[in-house]
């Protein structure tokens, strides 16, 4: 059984970093895709970024490029998350997922299996 448990949100002034967690438990073997999501209030699920656990090979979306960085630890199977230069707008909660991996990083949340619980990020101005 897949489980992933995410942590490392809370209340950050416009500007300012966090870096959250994500560890997984369950999975077997490489085949899979982990990404992060968020979901600000009365919005849909927007990608992040995702990669692929076989080679690392990473896409990002376009609205935290160049702020985000995405990291893993292999023997720990959790995955980091770096937010720097965090802005009002990026206030949301926070999702990582599993997605089968076919070869290709996917960006819509519907392709992802597993689903954290997720994580607040509060941006104040």
């Known amino acids: 059984q897949v489980q992933l448990v995410e942590s490392g949100g809370g209340l950050v002034q416009a500007g300012g970093s966090l870096r959250l967690s994500c560890a997984a438990s369950?999975?077997?073997?490489?085949?899979?895709?982990m990404g992060w999501f968020r979901q600000a209030s009365g919005k849909e699920r927007e990608f992040l970024v995702a990669?692929?656990?076989?080679?690392?090979?990473?896409d990002y979306g376009e609205s935290v490029r160049g702020r985000f960085t995405i990291s893993r630890d292999v023997a720990k199977k959790t995955v980091y998350l770096q937010m720097n230069s965090l802005r009002t707008e990026d206030t949301a909660v926070y999702y990582c997922?599993?997605?089968?991996?076919?070869?290709?990083?996917?960006?819509?949340?519907?392709?992802?299996?597993?689903w954290g619980q997720g994580t607040q990020v509060t941006v104040s101005s």
């Open positions: 997922a599993v997605a089968d991996d076919r070869g290709w990083i996917v960006r819509d949340p519907h392709e992802y299996h597993y």
């Open positions: 990669f692929r656990w076989t080679n690392f090979r990473k």
């Open positions: 369950g999975l077997s073997g490489s085949n899979y895709l």
